[in-house]
């Protein structure tokens, strides 16, 4: 389970992807919204995804994730102990949150599920 002391680890690395998912937006604004298809198709397969679900995850801003996060640390689990579980699985997790049409209901709930 997540420790306190790993809040801060948990800021650090909210802040490296919102550096990361910013300066990839301004990237993707100055090359016409990825032009050279070729191009998106390697950055995605790099990350393992689809061009077009790259796209769409940029579309949603840096803060997508967010809810993730909070659930997380509400139910005191760190993305440590997730990973130390199964590797690979918080990047699931990431993905399925940002592309979530549903934030509403998860935003409302106040206690542990």
Known sequence: MSKPAEQPARTALMAAAHHFLTRFGEWWH???EFGNVD???RIA???GMTGRDLEDLVARGPHAAD???DRMYALGIARADVERVAHGLV???ERTCSWCNGKGACGQVTSPI
């Open 91 to 93: 990047r699931n997790l």
């Open 45 to 47: 397969g790099e990350i």
């Open 30 to 32: 100055r090359h016409n």
């Open 67 to 69: 809810l993730l996060y």
């Open 39 to 41: 191009e998106l198709e």
